[in-house]
Nanobody, 122 residues
Framework: QVQLVESGGGLVQAGGSLRLSCTAS????????MGWFRQAPGKEREFVAA????????YYADSVKGRFTISRDNAKNTVYLQMNSLKSEDTAVYYC???????????????WGQGTQVTVSS
């Protein structure tokens, strides 16, 4: 069982930046691919970004490419999402997710955090 805890959400003006963190329990963090998803009010949850177990490969939704960066620190059991040039449409609850298989983390992760609210004011 993997437990994920997100932090770093908040209120920011359009054009600003935030960094989300997600810390995982357990001693096998490096065995899991990690991802971020988000869900805006009235919309379905959508994929944002993912990173391979070794950190050597990353994936992004087209809507965030060039603005968001996912990274991980396996020594700290933590994955990050650096969000720059934020837009009002980035407002959502952001969820950390994980799976042993990178292909799975892109679509149907096995484990989820509780979510952290990001609100971008225009």
């Amino acid at each position: 069982q993997v437990q994920l805890v997100e932090s770093g959400g908040g209120l920011v003006q359009a054009g600003g930046s935030l960094r989300l963190s997600c810390t995982a329990s357990g001693r096998t963090f490096s065995s899991y691919a990690m991802g971020w998803f988000r869900q805006a009010p009235g919309k379905e949850r959508e994929f944002v970004a993912a990173i391979m177990r070794s950190g050597g490969g990353t994936y992004y939704a087209d809507s965030v490419k060039g603005r968001f960066t996912i990274s991980r620190d396996n020594a700290k059991n933590t994955v990050y999402l650096q969000m720059n040039s934020l837009k009002s449409e980035d407002t959502a609850v952001y969820y950390c997710a994980s799976a042993r298989d990178t292909r799975v983390v892109l679509t149907e992760p096995n484990y989820w955090g509780q979510g952290t609210q990001v609100t971008v004011s225009s």
